[in-house]
């Protein structure tokens, strides 16, 4: 596929002990983006795994020049890792996927024409491989963006393609996975255009999800507390875009 049009792209990687998949699915992107002729690089954040993945990890980086390794000396969670890759990435989109084999990456290339009318490219789950309070959760923070600023998120927590200036240009308050409900609903307010892209998705082949945690869903809570403060008694949802 070529992609001479397209928008450069960072395509990040958070790892938590994903000794299982993470080597196959860094591979595949290496597959997938060295012969594309698109203009890419490759973050892997290791969120301080106990297992072989950080070996796995850097051995890949020692043979593919595109790879660019960041990692913490210990876990320090979903929300931080997520920022972390989007604080490093360099190129003009940024498309962070997981390594537990739930989305494909070669999805990307699908995603990225939509960029042409689009800023923000949302791959959202026609079905999650969750059970039912894991969905009932899900559809709770996403509902919860249009009942309190009129935005649509469709799938907040889904893998999604957005321009870095987005995330440069928006400091956030959340503390929490909320921050990427957040960071839509700002980008919608100031004028930025978000579409939809529905995907089937696989049930997730390595990693343990730690999504419905009361620590985390308190915290998640607290954030919609604060996002709600700044935008409504703040004017953080009043900037026009340029």
Request: with cysteine; glycine share 8%; net charge positive.
């Amino acid at each position: 596929m070529t992609s001479v049009n397209f928008p450069s792209v960072s395509v990040g990687f958070p790892v938590y002990n994903e000794e299982e998949t993470v080597g196959e699915v860094l591979n595949e992107a290496h597959r997938l983006f060295s012969g594309s002729g698109l203009d890419y690089e490759i973050l892997v954040c290791n969120d301080g795994s106990i297992d072989r993945s950080r070996e796995i990890i850097e051995d890949l980086a020692s043979q593919f020049p595109h790879f660019r390794v960041i990692g913490h000396q210990r876990n320090l969670g979903i929300h931080t890792t997520f920022e972390h890759l989007y604080r490093e990435a360099k190129k003009d989109f940024v498309f962070i996927n997981a390594t537990d084999g739930q989305w494909d990456t070669a999805l990307l290339f699908r995603m990225l024409p939509l960029t042409e009318k689009a800023d923000v490219v949302i791959a959202s789950r026609r079905k999650k491989p969750y059970g039912v309070l894991r969905n009932f959760i899900s559809y709770f923070f996403n509902i919860v963006p249009f009942v309190l600023f009129g935005v649509r998120t469709f799938d907040a927590g889904a893998v999604k393609l957005l321009k870095r200036e987005i995330i440069e240009r928006f400091p956030l308050v959340s503390k929490s996975p909320f921050s990427e409900a957040e960071r839509l609903i700002r980008a919608s307010l100031a004028g930025y255009r978000i579409v939809n892209y529905p995907v089937e998705v696989y049930r997730r082949k390595a990693g343990r999800s730690h999504g419905v945690k009361p620590k985390v869903l308190l915290s998640a809570l607290a954030d919609v507390l604060r996002v709600w403060h700044s935008i409504h008694c703040r004017g953080g949802g009043r900037e026009i875009r340029r």
